[in-house]
Nanobody, 121 residues
Framework: QVQLVESGGGLVQAGGSLRLSCAAS????????MGWYRQAPGKQRELVAV???????NYVDFVKGRFTISRDNAKNTVSLQMNSLKNDDTAVYYCYADVRITTTRQSYDYWGQGTQVTVSS
């Protein structure tokens, strides 16, 4: 129905930068919020950043000033620019989107498959 495909993860040294991207496709009528979560080994999945369809953003405290979320509504994409990366940022990052589908016009949450980000000392 709806697929989210992430790209851009990898290995980076502490203090470095990475950019994650996520593209949504399928039976999309419109997308409300889009965002990024992450899950480190042995920990619960946690919110990183979210952006509304109007461009309003919200970040958790531990990434404020370092990460920037953006989206392209025409392309149904969301990105996360991550700067000044720390060892604690190591995790699998998941893209999500609150999508209103064309068939029923109902909204559902969809998730990407996850992309690994590893920050080394």
């Amino acid at each position: 129905q709806v697929q989210l495909v992430e790209s851009g993860g990898g290995l980076v040294q502490a203090g470095g930068s990475l950019r994650l991207s996520c593209a949504a496709s399928g039976i999309i009528f419109s997308i409300n919020d889009m965002g990024w979560y992450r899950q480190a080994p042995g920990k619960q999945r946690e919110l990183v950043a979210v952006i509304t369809s109007g461009g309003r953003t919200n970040y958790v405290d531990f990434v404020k000033g370092r990460f920037t979320i953006s989206r392209d509504n025409a392309k149904n994409t969301v990105s996360l620019q991550m700067n000044s990366l720390k060892n604690d940022d190591t995790a699998v990052y998941y893209c999500y989107a609150d999508v209103r589908i064309t068939t029923t016009r109902q909204s559902y949450d969809y998730w990407g498959q996850g992309t690994q980000v590893t920050v080394s000392s």
